[in-house]
């Protein structure tokens, strides 16, 4: 059967969302001059990249600090936001994209670093961009089941190794202009982290009541974009046509049962550039008044990228705003998630 998975929190709320930016800036003007020489010989406009993706930097770690210690940051800061102690924490579970090893999970160093107990679940969900809001869902169902009490969700991403690799590649290679247009969305990612803390909703009615969303998968499609350490290769007309008919599509089918189509205050979608907000916005018809936007100054932070926008817009929301996070990632899947601030 055709369709949405619908799922609802009973007693979930967000108590803290904490990002932390990536400390290095590189502009896109930075980036066109260090392929000047492959852009001139291709035939490619200086100033391409921002023109069609909006963003003008995006943020890299400098090499001396890991995903996981990133993670590990924003999770402890977001704990001492929430007021929560480490001891009292059930579950940490990482939703990068980056990990420089396969095993052991990215989680056991968030765990570690943070100093959180032997009795706290650690793991990660590795979804694409969608792992953030895939992990809001699991340790939303996780307390409502009584599992845990107080739970931690993270995420990292260092894109520099694949960002250095992909440069090296496109300025001293003799690539094709289709293979310089495939690796043209690695320009657009950036680097960052956040966490978010949540626990039980009847114990902090300050917090922000998470009340549940939809997912839907479009699979046929997850070939789309295909990324490793080393390179990552996207078809970017693919994915803006079929990534934005998938969230079309969730977000009509949803609309009976959640009317997010009005009274929503906040639309926070998932970042990757103008040209895919635009064509999201007008898809759904929600306002631009209330999409807020990180990608001009950020980039794509991958799964790091929707909830960094969202810590940026919480200062600006009041008691009772509905906020609707929309997410769409490789695969292709899509997945929303609905707080109440």
């Not at 922000?208 to 078809?235: I, K, N, T």
Request: aromatic share 6%.
């Amino acid at each position: 059967m055709n369709g949405n998975t619908s799922w609802r929190a009973a007693n979930t709320a967000l108590l803290s969302i904490n990002a932390i930016e990536a400390p290095v800036v590189v502009t896109s003007d930075e980036l066109d001059e260090r392929l000047a020489g492959t852009m001139k010989r291709l035939g490619i406009r200086p100033g391409l990249l921002q023109r069609v993706t909006g963003i003008r930097e995006r943020r890299l770690y400098a090499g001396d600090v890991t995903c996981g210690e990133a993670a590990a940051t924003a999770g402890s800061k977001a704990l001492s936001e929430a007021g929560i102690d480490a001891s009292d924490v059930g579950l940490v579970i990482n939703t990068s994209v980056t990990r420089y090893h396969l095993e052991p999970a990215v989680s056991a160093v968030v765990h570690e670093a943070m100093g959180l107990p032997s009795s706290a679940m650690n793991f990660d969900i590795t979804n694409a961009c969608l792992g953030f809001v895939n992990g809001l869902q699991t340790a939303s169902a996780m307390i409502d089941a009584g599992q845990v009490r107080y739970a931690v969700v993270v995420g990292a991403e260092d894109i520099s190794p694949m960002f250095d690799r992909t440069l090296d590649r496109l300025a001293n290679q003799p690539v094709t202009r289709q293979e310089y247009l495939d690796e043209f969305a690695s320009l657009t990612l950036g680097s960052g982290a956040v966490a978010a803390v949540l626990g039980p909703a009847d114990a902090h009615p300050e917090g922000h009541r998470v009340r549940g969303g939809v997912a839907r998968s479009g699979s046929s499609h997850h070939g789309l974009c295909v990324a490793s350490a080393e390179q990552m290769v996207a078809d970017g007309r693919g994915l803006l046509e079929h990534g934005v008919a998938l969230v079309g599509e969730a977000f009509d089918a949803a609309d009976e049962e959640w009317g997010w189509s009005s009274g929503v205050a906040r639309y926070v979608f998932h970042q990757v550039s103008k040209i895919h907000m635009a064509a999201l916005v007008e898809r759904t018809g929600v306002p631009w008044s209330k999409v807020p936007e990180s990608y001009p100054v950020l980039g794509n932070v991958g799964p790091a990228s929707l909830p960094m926008t969202l810590a940026r817009e919480a200062d600006s929301l009041e008691p009772g705003d509905r906020v609707l996070c929309l997410g769409v990632g490789s695969g292709l899947n899509s997945a929303f998630c609905e707080i109440v601030w």
